[in-house]
């Protein structure tokens, strides 16, 4: 019932679909994060299911482009676009560890950040434009656009391990779990502190066993075979999975990119690398449709 609740509650915090079910349980919360892939799997259907519905309308190119482009930061409730936009004004300042943190948590919005807004938003939009033209013009088929399901799924994995691996800000909610996670571990007996260090490195994990990280490894697994296996098209599978490589290999350029530069993790740059590989799974894809 709590990986349930875990669900929902991720849906309610990271997801501005509306859900008449919103429960919270405490237990629960630090399931959440175990559940970003299955909710990624979630939106990710949204988006396809929206760009499905756009095809049987004939919408415009550019407008089926635009409504695409923007699709997964409407469904999320920008959450994640604000996080890059933050993420963004403090890496490029290009100032000091410390200026570049008190940027980070700065409330107002910089040069930087609407900058790489334009241009990010352009990217996308130009590379959904390049897929839906190849399209058109029967250069690939509707079924490449099922990336459009996988891509989500790949960067909410990345946030997740993410998350559990990387040394989180003093200012992020991440430091907060992790140390209230590492009071109520002293508050054991001494046996079990042991017992409990000698497995657990990251307090983080504490309610969080092995086997529900094998149910989030195995569902991906399975989600992107089962992507695979609807199609007979051997240059399909190779264009979906370089889509999910670049994603995951993108995902992880940019968090350590920014964990090095800032000390750690944050929501903030949990949402800026998550943008970012997102948009790399799309852009991979728009060069490779006229490459095929």
Known sequence: MKYIQAFFMALGMFS????????????????????LPILGAFIGSLWFCAFVFMEWFFIPIYLEAAILTVFPFLITGFIH??????????????????EKLKILKDPHTGAFSIISL???FLM????FLSILDGIRLGAIGRGTLLILVGIPVISRCGSALAIFLEKPLLHSQYHKDQKSAQQETTSLSGQAVQQKNDVEKNPLFDRINGSVMGIMVIGVCILLIGLLTLFFDVTLWVVLWISDLAVMLSYFFYIRRATKELGGISGDLAGYAL??????????????????
């Open 81 to 98: 676009l604000d996080g890059f936009m933050d993420t963004s004004d403090a890496l490029l300042s290009r100032r000091p560890k410390e």
């Open 124 to 127: 996308i939009f130009g590379s």
């Open 275 to 292: 943008t970012l590989s997102e948009f790399w799974g799309v852009f991979i894809v728009a060069l490779m449709v006229h490459w095929v």
């Open 118 to 120: 334009v241009i990010i």
């Open 16 to 35: 501005a679909v509306p859900c008449p079910y919103r429960p919270w349980n405490e237990k629960a919360r630090p399931l959440m994060i175990v559940m």
